[in-house]
Each structure stands twice: as C-alpha cells, then as structure tokens.
C-alpha cells in the first residue's frame, strides 16, 4: 500500500464546502448527453458526448471515459475519445465523444447511459443521462452512418532515432482509420530488416512491448538492433490494411552509430526517516539511473536487510505498492517495518542495482534504530483528567452559555504536553503533540469530526502524518508510544467500543477484509472477510468513503461494495457479531460516503444533490426516510431519548439553518441560524458522544463577513428546538487549506475534545493536534 498516495479527499475526504459564499475545491465532473435524445430507432446511429471538468489539487491527468451502452445492445463499456475521431469535434477540448449504431435487437424504451470518468490520480465521477428509442417508423436519427471521407493512413516513427547496435529503438505507427465505411480489423506491419529485425514485424496497439496506451491507434514494437548491423542510416517501412482492402504506407529512418561504452546501472538510495524506533516502519528508496552501451532493461533493485531481522535480498519495487508513490518513475522503494525485537544502534547498509544485461552497482546507506523508550500505564488523577489539566478547574466550573459573541484571542503557541487556559471561556487546553520532534512527519492530527481519536477509556489516542503512517500516544501524559504497523493512510480506523486495546481498520481505500489491531503488541487479525458473502461477483472493496463509523456498540456496520477500480455495486448492512451480510441494495451512483446510525437501526447513505441526496435505510434495505438533499459536513448521533438523529447545515435554506433529523421519527428541526447578517461560516459535527445522548460538538471556521457568535470556535450544540450552547473555546487555526480545518472530534463521555490546529499561523504544514479537557460536570445531562 502506498499510504502517501491516500492523503485524499481524506476523510480527511470531506473537505467539500458547499457554501455559496466561499471558495470550493475543484473535483473531477462530467455530464452528459445523446444526439439526438428522443424518437431513436433500431439501426438508427446516436452521438454519445461527455464533457469533462479535471480535478485540482492535484490536477487530473489521464483522463478516461468509459460508457454503458447496454441500452442499444452494445459494449458496457465503450471507450470515448477526446482525439477528434469517430464523431468528436476537436481534439484535446475535454469533450469525449462515440458514435453508435443502435443494434437492430433493442427494445423501444428510455435508456439509461452511464458514463464513468477517471483520472490517473485514482478519482472518478459518473455521468448519467438518457435516450429513447421510439414507435416512430421514421425515427429520430439516421439508418445510415453520416458521410465523413477520411482514408486510410500511416506515420511511421522511431525513438530513440540514433541507437548503437545492441541497443533498442522503439518503432510506431500513428494510424487514421478510413471512414465511410470505418476500417476494421487494422492490421500494421514493419520491414525492420534493416535493423536485424522481421521482414514483416507486426505491430500492436495492447499496450505492451513498447505501446503507451492500448487502443489509441499508434501501433508500437521494440526492435533490438543486433551487433552485426553496420552503422548508417536505415530505412524502416510500415504498411497498414483493414478489412475493408485499402491500404497505406509510411517509412521512417534510424540512424545506427557505433557502439557506446557498457555502463552499468547505478543509483542513490536513502532511508526516511533514517532514525526511528523498533515497531516503526522507514520508507527505503533506490533512485535508479539506467545503464548505457546498451540502455538496461529489466532493472531491479534488492538490499541485504538481514540485520534488521528482515529478509537478505529483500526486493524493491518500482509499480506504486508498498510505499512506493510513482509507479516508473525510476524510484524502486520498500516500506520496511523494523521488529520490535531489533537492537538499538546504526545499520551500513547497501542497495544492488542490476540489470538484465547483466551488469549491477551498489548504492549505500544507513538506518538507525533507537533504544525503545520504557513504557508506562497511564497516570491516573482523582478527577479521571489529563496529567496537565489534573489540577486546573475549580469548584462549580460552569462554561459560558448562549450565543456569545467573542473574539479570537491571541496566543502563543504552548509547549507539547502542558496546559493553558482559553482566556474567553475559562477552559484547559492541551497541545498533544509536537510533529517537528516525534514520528509523525509534516504534521500530527487526528483523523476527522465523525470517527473518535480516543480509546475507549480515554488512556490512548491516535494520530495521522502526511505521509499516512499512524501514531499512538498516551491520552493522560501526551507522550508519543510507538508508530501502528498495519493501516496506512485513509485506513477508515475505528476503536472498538468496549476493548481499549483494539482498533479496527481496512485496507487503504477499501478492501475485503476488516482487520483488528492490538495497538500494544502492534499486531493484526482478521475481524471479518466479505468474500463471497456480497450479491456483486465483482466487488473487491468495501469501505465507507472516509466518513463513515460503525454503530456505537461496534457491531452494524454499513459499508459500500466497489470495484477493484471503484465502480460502485451497491451499499450492504454487515453484523460483526453473526459475521452476516443483513441486508443490501445496488447502486447506479456512487454514494459521497456511508455510516451506520450509534442505534445500529439505519445504514445512511449521502449522495451529492441530483444523485439521490442522503437517505437513512433500515438494516433490510425495505424502508427508507430522506434526511436532505444532498451531502455535507454531518454526523450521526443520539438524543436524549436513545433516537437516531442526522444533524448538518441546511446551505440551500434562506437562514442557512443547522438542523437535526430525527430519523426514527421521520422529522426535521431547525436549531439555529448560520447566514446571520450576511455572514457565513464552514464547520464539522462530531456526534460520537454517546455515553453523553442530547448533545453534539460543532467547529466552524472559514467565515466570511462580520463576526458572529458561532465563528472559529468549538461548541457543544443540545438537540432540541431551544437547545442549550455552550461555548468550549478557540481553536486558533487559521485556514489555509484542508488540514488547517479543526475538524473537532469529541470522546464518548464528551471530556475531551481534540482538533487540529496551525495556532496562530498562517502555515499549511505546521499542523498538530490540540485537546480540550472538561470535567464530567462541564456538559449536562440532555433534556
């Protein structure tokens, strides 16, 4: 897995704002349409068209459309180009295009046309729009393929154009497909004799031997020129046919020159971090410069890892897995976990880069390891607080109610592990960690508003990097414990209820199994395996998308089933406890995210607006209650009497009022307004205080206009018409962009609230995690 490739969308993926007032993230977008749309016939031909927007941030590259014209009998998955051919305009506009002839076999009807767009940083959107096939004996299109008169043609090409024998040139054919009728069954050949090649060498378009991208129409092969071939320029034929008898042809010249000097491949390798403890993982990479005289193919690297306890020709790779962030991109790297068995002190060790010439290079470098620091129980203090805030409230301490208007008082940055005290509201914050100086590297932040950072008796709490490891500390002292070998980057954890040793967690973005974690023994097994237990043949990841948690008793789970390339099958209900699939229900849109209501009575899934919105199912998937019209920053939670209820901002509302839904009752309430004299503001829920029913944590920030009493602050909201607020304090950060969010999560007895913070900065990375500790007595029972 490659955890730095998954700081996401992070669930950490909801950084959507849907807030008309301020700046949003670009995502990757697509709509769609038929020409003509209506009165279509059998045999008729119909122009498929979808328009693209790229994602930023960053932004798309590689972007690709695949159509579901099952509808007219066709492929279920029709490749649309953006190269101005077969109907597309212009080339390179984003606007992706197919022409298709309905098959004479489909039936009358409306039918429904899926479009999948993605982009080679692994996201995807869907299109979807429709076309009828009418009565009409004259139909809406043509029964005959418009006139276009392209012939038949061919480039020929080789790179490199000077190649020394020995060496490899790769020779292509850009080829035009004749229209009117189109060509089938392309075939292309080269004359490569003059290299010591075939007379007749076929070329292919699949995608291998030397060929980019299968099906783009360049036609590719790989000629090694043999050692016998004199230098001087050489002179390769390509000659093209289809099925239809036309014909064309091209040539192309190489130059061969004399041959280089043998170089063997060499590299530069590295540890990161170069230091670290035993338990924690360093990420090994090769930066690889090929060898010339000839230019090396099949390149690997290994490294002796025998005095870490690991293996003695352990390989890296260089195809994006296991910490790998690029795959070809000439960096062959290893995520090596060392063993908590392994003795403190610095390893010399070496890389062996060879190639399949048969010449090879070492490449040095060192790891540390360091004496494990002595593990100690958590403090524990009459009052149940943290060792800083043990002694810091008074008898009677209440916190401020109401909406009170407040501004951000300015703060120094406090020293990790210490106390200070919220001038405004009179409370005791704590900074938990200190990235610059422990593990996490860039920053040091929980993971997000709707999952719980702390166990489940508040002595361990957790903590993500940049670049997606996990890191345990003690909740009482702030004190880095050790680095969690097993999730990596958006591995949706989630402690279990009861047992504060354990925590769950998928693979990255997804997986068929559910694993259990003993954060003391850093060690993983199986909790549950959906193997051939879901109705989608195909499904080979399930997860909720970032967002979602299980009941609070740990035992529903409500997930959604994808492809291994995140198409969407369906979202499905799962008892942990009977290790049974209780329900499920297919999808055509792929959800924004999934969760389980604390109840464990109603799997809710949120669709973006005009994909359904957010709907709360039963456990069955046979009643349904519509909870808003689209999907934004929520959480699940419980009122005072034990109901399920969805509490989110209402943006579409003339008041942008923040709003509960009583899911069991099928009723909304609006709490408060948020669009307060022209004013707006962004902000998460945590509803994870369950042993504390009736109340809700919210963090805003992102605030425009004048101050109002909601902003840059965490308060606790009571769920009922007229609720009670109480003010908890300043969050101090200052948004510059997704990680400077808050993002305030509370623990299950509302004690301690943590959140992320630049405090005080402007910085984007100088980000760690903050608590704010309230006694028992702080949030009252719920009325």
């Not at 070492?362 to 009052?383: C, F, G, I, K, M």
């Not at 934004?632 to 034990?642: F, K, M, T």
């Amino acid at each position: 897995m490659n955890p730095a490739s998954t700081l996401r969308r992070l669930p950490l993926a909801a950084a959507l704002l849907v807030l008309p007032v301020l700046a949003q993230a670009q995502s990757l977008t697509a709509t769609g349409a038929a020409s003509p749309a209506t009165n279509l016939n059998p045999g008729d031909w119909v122009l498929i068209t979808v328009n693209t927007t790229k994602a930023a941030n960053p932004t798309s590259t590689g972007v690709t459309v695949k159509a579901d014209l099952s509808g007219f009998l066709r492929s279920t998955a029709q490749d649309l180009n953006d190269a101005g051919q077969y109907g597309d305009a212009t080339a390179g506009d984003g606007v992706f295009t197919y022409r298709e002839n309905i098959a004479g076999a489909a039936t009358l009807g409306t039918k429904t046309i899926v479009a999948t767009v993605r982009d080679a940083q692994g996201r995807s959107t869907t299109a979807t729009f429709n076309a009828t096939l009418g009565a009409s004996s004259t139909g809406g299109g043509t029964t005959t393929q418009p006139v276009a008169t392209v012939p038949l043609a061919i480039v020929g090409a080789a790179s490199p154009t000077s190649v020394a024998p020995g060496g490899a040139t790769l020779v292509t054919a850009r080829v035009t497909a004749a229209t009117n009728p189109t060509s089938t069954s392309i075939g292309v050949i080269a004359n490569l004799s003059s290299l010591g090649g075939s007379k007749s060498q076929r070329l292919r378009d699949n995608g291998l031997n030397g060929d980019a991208v299968a099906g783009d129409g360049v036609y590719s092969f790989r000629q090694t020129v043999v050692s016998s071939i004199a230098t001087g320029s050489k002179s390769v034929r390509f000659l093209v046919n289809d099925a239809q008898g036309r014909s064309a042809s091209s040539s192309a010249t190489v130059m061969v020159t004399a041959a280089e000097t043998s170089v063997s491949p060499f590299g530069s390798a590295s540890a990161s971090p170069s230091s670290l403890l035993p338990g924690e993982s360093s990420l090994l990479t090769v930066r690889v410069t090929a060898g010339t005289g000839p230019v090396s193919t099949g390149l690997s690297v290994t490294s002796d890892l025998s005095s870490l306890g690991l293996g003695a020709a352990q390989a890296f790779n260089d195809a994006g897995q296991n910490g790998d962030a690029v795959a070809g991109d000439g960096t062959y790297s290893f995520r090596a976990t060392v063993p908590g068995a392994a003795s403190a002190g610095t390893r010399t060790l070496s890389a062996r880069v060879a190639d399949a010439q048969g010449r090879s290079s070492t490449a040095a470098y060192s790891l540390t390891v360091n004496a494990a620091p002595a593990q100690t129980e958590p403090p524990v203090t009459s009052a149940g607080a943290p060792q800083a805030c043990a002694n810091f409230y008074t008898a009677g301490f209440a916190l401020p109610q109401g909406q009170l208007v407040s501004t951000v008082p300015a703060l120094g940055k406090p020293v990790k592990g210490t106390s200070y005290r919220d001038p405004v509201h009179g409370t005791c914050g704590i900074r938990v960690t200190d990235h610059a100086n422990e593990a996490p590297s860039n920053f040091a932040r929980h993971d997000y508003s709707r999952r719980q950072a702390f166990n489940a008796d508040n002595s361990y709490l957790i903590v993500q990097a940049m670049n997606g490891f996990w890191h345990l500390y003690n909740a009482n002292t702030m004190a880095f414990i050790r680095t969690l070998s097993g999730p990596a980057g958006d591995a949706e954890i989630q402690w279990h209820p009861t047992n504060p040793k354990a925590l769950y967690y998928f693979d990255t973005n997804g997986g068929m199994v559910l694993r259990q974690l003993d954060v003391d023994t850093n060690t993983s097994a199986v909790a549950a395996n959906f193997t051939g237990k879901l109705p989608w043949a195909d499904a080979a990841r399930a997860w909720t998308k970032s967002e979602g948690a299980p009941s609070a008793d740990g035992r529903y789970w409500c997930l959604m089933a994808e492809t291994s390339s995140f198409a969407i099958r369906g979202v499905f209900v799962y008892d942990l406890q009977t290790q049974t699939v209780v329900g499920s229900r297919s999808l055509t849109a792929r959800p924004d995210h999934t969760g389980m209501s604390a109840s464990g009575r109603w799997c809710v899934v949120s669709h973006l607006a005009g994909s359904g919105g957010t709907v709360a199912w039963d456990r069955s998937f046979t009643t349904s209650r519509q909870l808003h019209t689209t999907s934004e920053h929520s959480d699940l939670a419980l009122n005072a009497a034990g109901q399920d209820v969805y509490v989110a901002v209402d943006y579409q509302a003339n008041a942008g009022d923040f709003f509960m839904f009583n899911i069991d009752t099928n009723a909304r309430t609006n709490l408060f307004p948020t669009y307060i004299s022209g004013s707006a503001t962004a902000y998460h829920v945590s509803g994870q205080a369950f042993a504390k029913p009736g109340w809700v944590l919210v963090s805003t920030y992102g605030t425009s206009g004048s101050n109002q009493w909601l902003h840059n602050k965490l308060f606790a909201v009571e769920l009922k018409s007229g609720g009670r607020i109480l003010n908890i304090g300043h969050h101090q950060s200052r948004l510059n962009g997704y990680f400077t969010e808050p993002q305030a999560s509370v623990n299950r007895d509302f004690t301690r609230v943590i959140w992320a913070s630049n405090f005080g900065t402007t910085s984007d990375t100088d980000i760690d995690a903050y608590m704010m500790y309230l006694p028992p007595s702080a949030i009252p029972a719920a009325q």
